[in-house]
């Protein structure tokens, strides 16, 4: 069964706009789409201290995102910012900077995609990841990898940054999760409390039930999740055609664990820093071709062969070198990378410095099944491999392993995780 991450921040662009600007921290503050302005004054108080603050004024605008301090003082998002002012006079009104979360949208990714199997981009401030075999396939597992991404996150975007996290079997549920728990709430929802977890949340928190939905609901007498449940399913398909099957399946806790890749990766890279420096070529060896297997299995799951390799490696002193490689023929397999690897690393390497890190990344990436007849090989290749692939989704990373990589000290989960990093 899968395991799903859904990571949503918490008044995004207004923490954004706090992160970028210590003035601005611990006040209420709204984030506005442009309108019309003016010079406007309003007074800030910073402990006992009043403050002048001269700023625009977005006339007719609308507050697209309340910090936590407004959201106290009871302003919402889709509030006019006029409307808002009367609620809460001292709130500052920012231009909003689509630049700028932007940059932090795409840190957020990246470090997502260093930990997590797949990721799929919901908007701009929440994602899905599917962690489960990055989290060793189990609750404890995923719940010490979501505090990994959350520091990450802390240190990467700012600490003003914050996001709540859901884990769970499905994305319906994942979502439901974090949303249950604001701000920076982590709430996990392991598959034999899903049903209960599910009744204790308002029908309004599902996402795919909006106004009109709900409206529609209550003439049925359904207002809560206990009441939907007692709906068959039949009478929601001829109300609600097939979205019926969703709403249905969403009150018992179920739904759907696909995730879908929108971005493609330009590279997909693992390192790896071990706990004591190797001393000799089979150690290193062994460790490059388990990395090289994590690499070409994330490669194979999002359906890409690479055509470069690079590789890097760091000493004890943390000296060391990188490469890169252009391959004669397109890689899908662990072992070719590795072997790859290898060829440039070993006349480099030197090992008598004890090398530290090592890390290999698989770069201008081709779909898998693309037209080119030049990669017949290689798609009946990616056959034999994606079976062996759908073991390990089934049984977990540990379901098959190359013999020669048995003694590799990243397999082990001892302290922190596997693979300390993945770009
Ligand atoms: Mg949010």
Redesign the pocket.
């Given at each position: 069964m899968a395991i799903i991450l859904h990571l949503?921040?918490?008044?995004?662009f207004a923490s954004v706009e706090q992160q970028a600007n210590p003035f601005l921290r611990g006040l209420p503050i709204a984030v506005a789409g442009k309108g019309r302005h003016s010079i406007d004054v309003a007074m800030a108080h910073r402990g006992s201290q009043r403050i002048r603050i001269d700023q625009l004024s977005f006339q007719r605008s609308v507050v697209t995102t309340a910090s936590r301090e407004a959201k106290k003082r009871g302003v919402k998002t889709a509030m006019g910012t006029w409307q808002a002012r009367k609620i809460c006079p001292e709130m500052l009104v920012i231009p909003g900077d689509p630049k700028k979360y932007g940059e932090i949208t795409s840190r957020f990714m990246a470090i997502l995609r260093r930990y997590a199997d797949s990721v799929q981009q919901f908007s701009t401030?929440?994602a899905f990841a599917d962690i489960t075999c990055a989290s060793g396939g189990d609750y404890l597992g995923a719940t010490i990898l979501a505090q990994k991404i959350r520091a990450d996150i802390k240190d990467e975007c700012g600490e003003y940054c914050t996001v709540?996290i859901g884990i769970a079997a499905n994305k319906f549920l994942a979502k439901l999760a974090s949303e249950s728990k604001k701000p920076n709430g982590l709430t996990c929802v392991p598959p034999h409390e899903a049903e209960d977890f599910v009744l204790t949340r308002p029908l309004a928190d599902f996402c795919g039930i909006g106004r009109r939905i709900e409206k529609h609901l209550e003439r049925l007498g359904a207002t809560s999740v206990a009441t939907l449940r007692r709906l068959p399913l039949s009478l929601l398909l001829s109300e609600f055609k097939s979205y019926g099957y969703f709403l249905f399946n969403s009150a018992r806790g179920l739904g759907s664990d696909e995730l879908e890749a929108i971005d493609d990766p330009k590279s997909i890279g693992n390192s790896y820093t071990f706990p004591h420096d190797l001393k000799t070529d089979h150690e290193i060896y062994q460790n490059l071709l388990a990395l090289a297997d994590r690499v070409a299995w994330r490669m194979r799951k999002q359906k890409f062969i690479a055509t470069h390799v690079s590789g890097y490696v760091r000493y004890g002193d943390f000296g060391g070198y990188s490469f890169h490689r252009r391959c004669k023929d397109p890689l899908i397999d662990g072992l070719e990378i590795a072997n790859t690897t290898w060829e440039v690393m070993k006349e480099k390497i030197d090992i008598t410095q004890g090398v530290r890190l090592i890390g290999v990344s698989a770069s201008g990436l081709l779909p898998i099944g693309g037209s080119d007849s030049l990669f017949d090989k290689e798609r009946r290749k990616a056959r034999v491999l994606q079976a062996l692939d759908k073991v390990t989704d089934k049984y977990g990373s540990g379901a098959w392993q190359r013999a020669s990589t048995m003694k590799t000290s990243f397999k082990e989960r001892v302290s922190g995780w596997h693979y300390d990093h993945e770009s």
């Open positions: 949503d921040f918490n008044s995004y401030d929440e709540s």
